[in-house]
């Protein structure tokens, strides 16, 4: 981000001259070195890192919790020079997708913070940690091909990196200095809302991940290796933090090179300061560094100076200028400078006194090296000169932590220019957390179980990872969603995919509406259960499949079978109602396994009635008889945590296809219900499922109702057309996800038809003329608007490989090959034979 500034870099650079130890004065230079040698070189007494290291004891304050009871909460660190510190960390905003009118607001919060630091007195730390992130531990899947499918996958996570954005907040000891940094934060708290601040306290739970600490925060910082993350209360920090070995000048190493250790693990780094940031200071600098190929730290040291301080110095500065006599231009620069911070307008700035550092680490030598070229070419490409730093590397190090003094390289600056460099961005992170991992109790209250981290860990465009859930946020049931992708998009395979990796929750159950066998494949590899309404049966599927008769020994069943019987027998009459509910009297005699529409019906209902004739077709093996008296009932089955139903041919009866369809949600509804399971309904091909009759309201009538009972739909279609009319409007009110996939044929146009608000950045993403398109091999577009979520997801599965993506191939020719196995072999061995020795 861009943006004129009051005055441009180079003009402070020229008349001030303030750039560290590259000032002109020889003797000012002369002055500096005493203390920085003093910083660099340990003093005897002093053995430990922790002798070095200021923080000292966590400060708490009382808090009470939603049932009254009072508990401390550390919200603040004392250093040992008095200095309080409190660190804000930020969710941030993903600028990817921002407007230049968001942009330009977001710009302004970082100058008013600025602005405001320098009236209150406040120290800041700008502060970006990118580090590794560990593998996913491996979730116990239900078969085989489906541990290993995910352990490839998180094979690939493991390769990603996790950003940390974070502003300390320090002000000087004194009477009430806690009260006084609390005002501070709840004012950066209110003007930094935008971005999400959470004030990190010795819970790692009001973290934005959930897993961070207070003092956890510097802990990443002093012990990279160990990343101890204390939750206790109490003193002497320094030796809780810094638990990791470190020697900053190994004869074995390069200058300017430092070694830290633990045990066996051993890491490497070193420091970059930034000397000049070039005529173009903004913040796709920082942007970029969240995502370089690097495992570093950047720092930005920020002290803006109140306006009287700062108006003296260049009061002083000017006057003791000597080219200010001879060039009118230089004095003009000096006015403009002073007419700046004395302003009450606009144009009003303040003066900062600003150095940035980085901290680059790499497990070896050539790890390092390479991080290390990344870095530098990230900065020389926006304009920044770095300076690797040798002899002042250890002082360098210590700029990450509260109270150390910036050296060598401070800028003096303008709020302008720094807040183009107060970068705030941060790909959305996802929820490591949602609904899923709540269990039901008996008296049907939902509590938590044990959570299993994201259904699936998803690299983005950035280079993060993004912890994927069916649900919009953790806590929320909001877990509808709508996917559109043309046809070998790969969204019925990403679909799949997530379907797979979710099996481990088991509390839920799957229920696919398929059609032209396209998830045939899927089911069969994951050992479910593939039910055909018709058509030509495919080996290893089940025709029918249903038996509402099964259903009528709950009071809720009962009550949904009586409701489906008057449905198809078109009973609206008192009588003909009161016939239906005598006879699932008398059924609710019998066994249930001997208990079924076509067993049951001359018992049931007298051989003249009309209730009788309506229901003759279904029990009769010519017409729908062979498709509800099954003698085993597919939905509920012990064990089973995915079912499929083939809808292709069942469309074409008028008849058949409501009273089918609408019994499968409703079954599917009674048993979530009476077995405290949760149920996810995915629904491929959308527009074909809507074009049967009454389908639309069904459809709708299931949002509606699902959700209440803790399940979720997952609409899929091919393009924003489909979202047209009352229906689409209903889908995108009711479907807080959307996943949509690059379709260089849908125009602005289309999308305004549906309903779906894009800004420019997304619609090029979607068109295909967006550098995101180069950025990931197979891309989709995740958007939340009512989080403000919008973030490029890489999906592609070849991590996979060939054999195991066959496991989701809805290919005709693969479809067929399966089914000839399982014909042939049966089922174990048909799979092992369709993926190989995957």
């Known amino acids: 981000m861009s943006l004129p500034v009051a005055l441009p870099p180079s003009l402070w650079f020229a008349a001030l001259g303030f750039v560290g130890t590259v000032a002109s004065a020889a003797g000012a230079a002369a002055l500096l070195v005493p203390r920085v040698r003093e910083r660099a070189l340990p003093r005897p007494v002093k053995k430990h890192l922790a002798d070095y290291i200021p923080l000292d004891e966590t400060l708490s304050i009382e808090t009470h919790g939603p049932t009254g009871a009072a508990t401390r909460k550390g919200v603040a660190i004392r250093c040992k020079d008095g200095t309080h510190v409190a660190v804000l960390e930020l969710a941030g905003r ?4 921002l407007t230049e009118d968001e942009q330009r607001g977001l710009y302004h919060v970082a100058k008013q913070l600025l602005d405001g630091a320098a009236d209150d007195g406040v120290r800041l730390r700008h502060i970006l940690l990118r580090r590794p992130i560990n593998a996913p531990a491996e979730p116990p899947m239900r078969t085989r091909l489906a541990a290993e499918i995910a352990r490839r996958w998180n094979a690939r996570a493991a390769r990603g990196w996790r950003n940390t954005l974070a502003l300390v907040l320090e002000i000087d000891g004194g009477t009430d200095a806690l009260a006084k940094l609390n005002e501070r934060v709840e004012r950066a708290q209110t003007l930094l809302r935008p971005f999400g601040p959470e004030l990190l306290t010795n819970f790692a739970g009001d973290s934005v991940a959930g897993d961070l600490t207070l003092a956890g925060f510097f802990g990443q910082l002093i012990a990279p290796i160990t990343r101890p993350n204390p939750a206790r209360l109490g003193a002497d920090l320094a030796h809780a933090l810094a638990v990791d070995e470190v020697e900053f000048e190994a004869p074995d190493l390069p200058s300017g090179w430092f070694r830290f250790w633990r045990g066996e693990d051993c890491k490497l780094g070193c420091v970059l300061s930034v000397r000049d940031f070039g005529q173009d200071m903004r913040a796709k600098l920082i942007e970029d560094l969240m995502t370089v190929d690097a495992e570093l730290a950047v720092v930005q040291a920020i002290t803006p100076l109140r306006k009287a301080k700062a108006s003296m110095r260049i009061y002083k500065k000017s006057t003791s200028d000597l080219s200010a006599y001879f060039r009118p231009s230089i004095a003009g620069q000096y006015s403009t400078l002073l007419n700046m911070i004395g302003a009450d307008d606009d144009e009003a700035g303040v003066l900062v006194e600003h150095a940035m550092v980085l901290v680059v680490y ?48 401070v800028m003096e600056l303008s709020s302008w220019n720094v807040a183009n460099l107060l970068s705030f961005n941060a790909p959305p992170a996802g929820a490591e957390t949602s609904v899923l991992d709540k269990i039901r109790e008996a008296d049907g209250r939902w509590v938590d179980g044990t959570a299993t981290g994201a259904i699936a860990y998803v690299p983005t465009a950035q280079g993060t990872l993004f912890a994927a859930q069916y649900h919009e946020r953790a806590g929320s049931n909001a877990g509808h969603s709508i996917t559109i992708g043309d046809t070998n998009a790969g969204k019925t395979t990403w679909a799949q995919f997530l379907a797979l990796m979710s099996s481990r929750h088991t509390n839920l159950s799957t229920y696919v509406f398929d059609r032209l066998h ?26 029918g499949g249903l038996n509402p008769l099964h259903a009528i020994d709950s009071e809720r069943g009962l009550e949904a079978v009586q409701r489906w019987l008057e449905d198809v027998a078109h009973v609206e009459d008192a009588e003909g109602i009161d016939e239906i ?93 009476d077995s405290g399971c949760r149920a996810h309904f995915l629904m491929d091909e959308m527009p074909a499922l809507i074009r049967i ?10 949002l509606r109702e699902i959700r209440k009972a803790g399940g979720f739909v997952s609409l899929l279609c091919q393009t924003p057309r489909d979202l047209a009319g009352d229906f689409g409007s209903l889908v995108r009110s009711q479907c807080k996800t959307q996943w949509i996939y690059p379709n260089p044929n849908a125009s602005d146009e289309d999308w305004r038809q549906a309903g779906i608000e894009l800004n420019e950045k997304e619609l090029a993403f979607l068109q295909g003329r967006s550098p995101l398109n180069y950025q990931v091999q197979r891309g989709v577009l995740l958007r939340r608007p009512g989080q403000r979520t919008s973030v490029v997801l890489d999906v592609d599965l070849a991590c996979l490989g060939k054999k195991l993506l066959k496991v989701f191939s809805s290919d005709a020719e693969d479809v067929r090959f399966l089914a000839d196995l399982q014909a042939q072999f049966g089922r174990d061995v048909a799979i092992e034979r369709y993926v190989g020795n995957a």
């Open 581 to 673: 509910a005598n006879a699932l009297s008398i059924a609710r005699l019998v066994p249930r396994d001997e208990r079924s529409l076509a067993a049951l019906l001359p018992m049931m209902f007298g051989a003249h009635g009309r209730v009788r004739r309506e229901l003759q077709k279904w029990v009769d093996p010519r017409r729908y008889g062979g498709l509800v008296n099954a003698p085993q009932e597919v939905i509920g089955l012990d064990g089973a945590w995915l079912t499929a139903f083939d809808m292709t041919d069942i469309g074409a009866d008028d008849e058949l296809a409501p009273a089918i369809l609408g019994y499968l949600i409703q079954r599917c509804l009674w048993h979530m219900r």
């Open 94 to 97: 993903d600028v990817a997708f």
């Open 362 to 409: 790499g497990d070896t030598r050539d790890t390092l090296e390479r991080h290390r070229q990344n870095v530098e070419a990230a900065l020389t490409q926006n304009g920044a000169r770095p300076k690797r730093e040798r002899g002042l590397a250890a002082a360098c190090w210590f700029d990450q932590i509260p109270t150390a003094e910036p050296w060598p390289r």
């Open 693 to 702: 009759a009454h389908m639309p309201e069904t459809i709708g009538m299931l």
């Open 518 to 543: 396209g998830m045939y494949a899927f089911t069969s590899c994951v050992e479910q259960t593939y039910v055909q309404f018709g058509g030509e049966r495919l080996a290893g599927t089940i025709q």
